[in-house]
């Protein structure tokens, strides 16, 4: 039986019923002693929990040879699901040329502007050659592709989810069949600071105060690959007199081109202003006002912004806010 690092039984019977698809099974498996194993403990050499498995080969502690984490998962339709925030000792990859991929779900909590996942395949054996891809489980179109060249090297990525969305995380060897190897695989989860999502339209503006500075999120969700342009939009609304008015955009993320309308209650634009610098601050001074319920668009100039990369740490945007003030 494979390694489940997960820490509750429910857990366990969760993965063991995707696995088999069959709760009668798994009260066979866990009869027969099926358990929770912990992963060991990361001692840098990978290799030092000989006292665990016997010899493993620098996979970790965990024996490549009856490794089977989540098996039969070589399919999308047979994908196990993971949490978030947890470590999974998988192991995939056979000389001849079976157990070729391993597929794995997870499915975002139910926060409102949705957040991140970061995405890593690290304690990989020496004779690993790891590639990471996550897709969308709405439309299988592909987010980040992941891959070294490196044996034993670690693959990471990261992506946006949106609210009780699904995405798919595919770890196999690299170009071709090879030997076994182990490998940890952990989805970290942070959510995305926005409290005034969801704002994506003129119809869910949310109020703001004259004069008071709030902070948002540039940072897109979908539940699909591509993102639509209504994903990247934050819509804020309020009460302006009849005259001039002032609508900053400031502190705009290191890697955000800022652009921010301005429009009336009819629909109408009154004003915009957009930069095509990275990092620079947006603002409208708009004139000649006749008054009444105005709305903010702030959102990303000529574009969408980035919602998934391989290899990368997440960038600015989507881990910092924003600041915005109307002023009158
Ligand atoms: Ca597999
Ligand atoms: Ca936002
Ligand atoms: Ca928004």
Same mark, same amino acid.
């Given at each position: 039986?494979?390694?489940?690092?997960?820490?509750?039984?429910?857990?366990?019977?969760?993965?063991?019923?995707?696995? &088999?698809?069959? #709760?009668?099974?798994?009260?066979? /498996? /866990?009869?027969?002693?099926?358990?929770?194993?912990?992963?060991?403990?990361?001692?840098?050499?990978?290799?030092?929990?000989?006292?665990?498995?016997?010899?493993?080969?620098?996979?970790?502690?965990?024996?490549?040879?009856?490794?089977?984490?989540?098996?039969?998962?070589?399919?999308?339709?047979?994908?196990?699901?993971?949490?978030?925030?947890?470590?999974?000792?998988?192991?995939?990859? @056979?000389?001849?040329?079976?157990?070729?991929?391993?597929?794995?779900?997870?499915? !975002?909590?139910?926060?409102? $502007?949705?957040?991140?996942v970061e995405v890593t395949v690290?304690?990989?054996?020496?004779?690993?050659?790891?590639?990471l891809i996550v897709?969308?489980?709405?439309?299988?179109?592909?987010l980040f592709d992941a891959?070294?060249?490196?044996?034993? $090297?670690?693959v990471k990525g990261w992506l946006?989810?949106?609210?009780?969305?699904?995405?798919?995380v595919?770890? #196999?060897?690299? @170009?071709? =069949?090879?030997?076994?190897?182990?490998?940890?695989?952990?989805?970290?989860?942070?959510?995305?600071?926005?409290?005034?999502?969801?704002?994506?339209?003129?119809?869910?503006?949310?109020?703001?105060? &004259?004069?008071?500075?709030?902070?948002?999120?540039?940072?897109?969700?979908?539940?699909?690959?591509?993102?639509?342009? !209504?994903?990247?939009?934050?819509?804020?609304?309020?009460? *302006?007199? $009849?005259?001039?008015?002032?609508?900053?955009?400031?502190?705009?993320?290191?890697?955000?081109?800022?652009?921010?309308? *301005?429009?009336?209650?009819?629909?109408?634009?009154?004003?915009?202003?957009?930069?095509?610098?990275?990092?620079?601050?947006?603002?409208?001074?708009?004139?000649?006002?006749?008054?009444?319920?105005?709305?903010?668009?702030?959102?990303?100039?000529?574009?969408?912004?980035?919602?998934a990369a391989p290899n990368a740490a997440p960038? $600015? /945007?989507?881990? =910092?806010?924003?600041? &915005?003030?109307?002023?009158?």
């Open positions: 039986m494979g390694y489940f690092t997960n820490n509750s039984k429910e857990s366990l019977l969760k993965s063991a019923r995707t696995i &088999l698809g069959s #709760s009668v099974l798994v009260t066979v /498996l /866990l009869a027969a002693g099926c358990h929770l194993t912990p992963l060991p403990a990361t001692d840098g050499d990978g290799g030092a929990d000989a006292a665990v498995t016997g010899s493993d080969g620098g996979d970790g502690g965990v024996d490549p040879a009856t490794c089977d984490m989540g098996e039969p998962n070589d399919t999308r339709e047979q994908s196990t699901a993971i949490d978030l925030d947890h470590s999974y000792a998988g192991c995939v990859s @056979a000389n001849d040329g079976t157990d070729l991929l391993d597929f794995y779900e997870l499915t !975002a909590p139910m926060d409102a $502007a949705g957040g991140y690290s304690g990989v054996g020496t004779q690993g050659l790891a590639e897709t969308s489980s709405t439309d299988n179109d592909v891959y070294t060249t490196v044996n034993g $090297a670690s946006t989810v949106a609210p009780g969305a699904k995405y798919r595919r770890v #196999s060897r690299f @170009a071709g =069949a090879g030997p076994r190897f182990a490998y940890s695989l952990d989805a970290k989860y942070t959510k995305i600071s926005d409290t005034f999502e969801p704002n994506n339209g003129k119809a869910d503006a949310k109020p703001i105060s &004259l004069n008071m500075p709030i902070q948002a999120s540039a940072a897109a969700v979908s539940p699909s690959t591509a993102l639509a342009g !209504a994903d990247a939009e934050d819509w804020f609304k309020v009460t *302006l007199a $009849a005259g001039n008015a002032t609508v900053k955009l400031s502190n705009s993320p290191s890697d955000h081109l800022c652009d921010v309308e *301005l429009i009336d209650d009819s629909g109408q634009r009154v004003g915009e202003n957009y930069t095509t610098t990275n990092g620079a601050n947006c603002q409208i001074d708009a004139t000649a006002l006749v008054g009444g319920t105005y709305y903010v668009n702030a959102h990303t100039f000529a574009g969408v912004p980035v919602r960038p $600015a /945007l989507i881990t =910092a806010q924003y600041t &915005l003030v109307v002023m009158q």
